[in-house]
């Protein structure tokens, strides 16, 4: 006794100094050290034991449950039969004696470690282990310590860690549901005695004006007046010991839900009981009184009886959840269905006390949160069974939905409803596409609905309705979307818009358009309100009336709006425009394609009211002109102009029909159109306009110049004006972006073809001659660059010449990646304009070769220049770049660039490594001569460096290369013979290169030591798909000194489990290289390996090397091997097992005298829903798992290391078992 109380004194005086702020990390990993020596002690349970029932330190507490733990996780088997069963009956009654007074962080660990052994040993061994759990529920006194102990079980033992085979999950799992009914029945019981003792004494309260809830959609929902009745009962008062019970019943529940299938054993008391403890939730009543009567205890209580009906409808959103619906239960579901939107009907019933916001808001944001996932559930998973029910009134449900949606308290929960609706119009979008012939029936059954979403979401976006939220929205900083809180909610809003427009009869647009346009009052099938379009057109007035409050000033034009409210009213008009706008261009993919002719005349009006808006825009400059609040108004009136050239951009599609349409009818109306457009564009490409607005009208002159393609448009006296403009010398420069955009504009409107034109009507020779000018004009400077290569006495300062290098390449980049798709003879042209500015380039390269962002610039260009151009470049002058490279790449440069020069030089290698990519991946024999220089740089020069440095730069691209390079040069390696080819298996291929491809392998091998997982998967797939394509394992030189070095290379990965998220991937690609050579596999490779391996001793090897020999091939072996053999990982979710057809067949078949494998090792009976069959790579996956299972488990215990200490009336030890 003197000695344990010696031992608990150091243990406790070493836990104080260990946590101390003052113990150094030195001395903290000698006391961890120290820990894990003692731990790791036979028969160090027992001081644990005695710690755990002498100290109050619950640092000590802590770490003795962490020993039982680990002694019960991983050495278990070993522990003799005795000491288990003394610690199974010590530490329940530990936790009995003491649950009351423990930390409650104590008292779960405990629970966790009696649940584990009962995960371990229930119920062989430890028969009472769950019916202990129930008598501690039944019994009042220990309620909520059996409930915390069946919370435990149901997380540890329903879905356990990875650590069980997969037999015993599913044997665990079968007990669990055996009890389930019994357990639910108890559940249920405690819910229910709570309820009926606390509604026995709440007092009735008197009749008030707004106690009448049961109304005509009560009514609809809740078809039997009992239910109605029962759930308008008041909420009872519970108290505070009532409620953690409550609320611990609750939470069994919904991890119980969480597994258990959908049956009989949910009971509909069951449900009821759950659904009055979710309207604790919006039991606002309840809440203002705990607040009211002012003490902290009230408050506390309140909080509680919210945090009910949040468990509460956890529980329900569990059962939500679960798709497979069996017919017998789907009554429950519909009631559930009921009782839930009775909910929804309370908590947004407006009376004269509250209005529904307000509710809301009173309400706890959690229960809010889990109300809204009830309603994505129903609508996403449930809405397509409900609907068809007679009962179920869908309509008003929307009716009930648009309420909660529309009085959201929070942003966020705005959101989140429109995601809810969005379901629903892609749930009615499937549907009439799959029944057209009903398309008019349903549409008829939800217009009133979708016309009331249309005009509300609408509404919301604008600051004329909703000014006060709206304001509140963040504007400026961006999320992980890269996009604000304002441009979201905007975004989100304009989706339900467009699909609510999709859904919407043809008429609808005519009308909704024309009212746009024209402003008109004629008749619509829609109701006044409806009509948005009035709204835009009445923004629209006061944009276009500004011109007359425009008056000029000395230091230019001033917007003579001054008065405070005024342009307050300016400012939401703007903005409200400016969002309408974006309204209207999202709407332009529903007036092409098939409806294109139809609703010609809506878009036609829409586009010129369009154009109409942006030319005015730019004519009166409202851009630069002075306002009374600048910081404010001039950004409105600057984002309404590029919104609405965004707007005009969303129709180029439409334009590019019509262009097609107006071709054959030689209309001018079109050529007006573009020719405004132009106009409207060309006075925004300036440097003294602001970026935002700068770069809308590049963009959408680059959509003209792309998708339109008008022949006209190069004839334009605007568009001549941007050519004259950026071919300039003496014009100064846009910004980069804007520049780029204009290049790329100009470029295509002379390369690519015209729609609708013949070859010989393209005026190529013309066009031609234009760009080569174009191109001549945007590289002058750097043209001129050339003989400063050459004369260094002529050098302009190095800053200078590298901002020209990057203006123009930049520029040209674009063009050429623009153009790469195009036809041959918008390519050739393209490269005849590009073709000096091309050669300067390589003539520079080697002047800035050590200036890594020149050479990361140029190199890109050249790499662009490789993907789109190659052939109209030829041979001769790509041999020249390419040996150029190789040449100046040496050795010294590359190290240079990698290890000194930072993530720059390393993309400046990896980018000439995308070009060796490109070449060698060209078909014919023009660069095979290249391939010894390739290889050569790679293993030689660049994988000597890369090869030891744990970052991965770099690596991914050369193991790339190296990959295209064998596996488009295959016969560069293996010169196969027709004779060879014909008679398979007679003559082996001829090897060449012979010392090349080994140094090739063996450095797939060595990235397979290395821990990027990332690497580790692309060369893992490489090789795999060589073995696919090449028959690379098959191949003599791999067959003989390669094949089980990778084999070996990859069960140690498995075995140190440092990749375990590849070990799907990793057992095929051993199993398809042992496959080339089983007999050498198991009668070799084998018993090397697991001589090799450390921590067996020499007959534990024997036995596993004994018992892994096979009777027949892999190769001819159909039967499939259980779950049970994947023990370390469980079964594969690519692969499930198939059901059991070969009975009398095993993977590894017993030898004579061993007995047969425990329940655990054994075949599981097949779950009748896993019907895939599993292929070889995936049964061999299997066995890898399982040969690194046993190796793995040889640490985990006396019994394993010793077989004769496990003691009888045990399960078998595993190498007992093999013995």
Known sequence: MASEEASLRALENLMTEFFHDCTTNERKREIEELLDNFAQQIGAWRLCLYFLSSTGNDYVMMYSLTVFENLINKMWLGVPSQDKMEIRSCLPKLLLAHHK???????????????????????????????????????????????????TTSEELACPREDLSVARKEELRKLLLDQVQAVLGLLTGILETVWDKHSVTAATPPPSPTSGESGDLLSNLLQSPSSAKLLNQPIPILDAESEYICSLALECLAHLFSWIPLSASITPSLLTTIFHFARFGCDIRARKMASVNGSSQNCVL????????????????????????????????????????????KITKDNNAHTVKSRLEELDESYIEKFTDFLRLFVSVHLRRIESYSQFPVVEFLTLLFKYTFHQPTHEGYFSCLDIWTLFLDYLTSKIKSRLGDKEAVLNRYEDALVLLLTEVLNRIQFRYNQAQLEELDDETLDDDQQTEWQRYLRQSLEVVAKVMELLPTHAFSTLVTRLLEGNEETSVFPAHVAWFPVLQDNLEVYLGLQQFIVTSGSGHRLNITAENDCRRLHCSLRDLSSLLQAVGRLAEYFIGDVFAARFSDALTVVERLVKVTLYGSQIKLYNIETAVPSVLKPDLIDVHAQSLAALQAYSHWLAQYCSEAHRQNTQQFVTLISTTMDAVTPLISTKVQDKLLLSACHLLVSLATTVRPVFLISIPAVQKVFNRITDASAQRLVDKAQVLVCRALSNILLLPWPNLPENEQQWPVRSINHANLISALSRDYRNLKPNAVAPQRKMPLDDTKVIIHQTLSVLEDIVENISGESTKSRQICYQSLQESVQVSLALFPAFIHQSDVTDEMLSFFLTLFRGLRVQMGVPFTEQIIQTFLNMFTREQLAESILHEGSTGCRV????????????????????????????????????????????DVKAELFELLFRTLHHNWRYFFKSTVLASVQRGIAEEQMENEPQFSAIMQAFGQSFLQPDIHLFKQNLFYLETLNT???????????????????????QVLVHKSHDLLQEEIGIAIY??????????????????????????????????????????LGLCTCLLGPSWNSSRGTSPFHPSPPDTRQNETFLPHPRGVPALPPALEQPARSPTSMCRPTQGSCWSKLCSFLVYLICDMHHGPALVHPERAQAGQRPALLQTLQ
């Open 909 to 952: 290698v990896e980018k000439f490594l995308k070009i060796l990519q490109v070449v060698v991946q060209e078909p014919g024999q023009v660069f095979k001569p290249f391939l010894p220089s390739i290889i050569a740089l790679c293993m030689e020069q660049v994988y000597p460096i890369i090869a030891e440095r744990p970052s991965p």
């Open 302 to 345: 309140g909080q509680e009886r919210g945090r009910l009906g949040v468990l509460a409808m956890s529980c329900i959103n569990e059962l939500m959840s679960k798709n497979c619906v069996p017919m017998e239960f789907e009554e429950y579901l519909l009631r559930m269905f009921q009782q839930t939107f009775y909910l929804l009907q």
């Open 101 to 151: 007074t423990l930390p409650y962080f104590i008292r779960n660990k405990l629970c966790k470690v009696i649940v584990d052994i009962g995960r371990q040993d229930w119920p062989m061994f430890y028969h009472d282990f769950f019916t202990n759990i129930l008598q501690l529920i039944q019994s009042p006194v220990t309620t909520p310590l059996g409930l915390i102990m069946l919370k």
């Open 1029 to 1051: 394509k090449q028959k690379l394992y098959h191949k003599k030189i791999f067959r003989t000194t390669m094949l089980f070095q990778f084999v070996n290379v990859l069960l």
């Open 1072 to 1113: 398809n290289m042992a496959s080339v050579d089983f007999d050498g596999f198991f009668a070799a490779f084998l018993p090397e390996f697991l001589t090799s391996c450390d921590g067996v001793d020499a007959n534990q090897k024997n036995v596993l090397g004994r018992n892994f020999k096979m009777d027949r091939p």
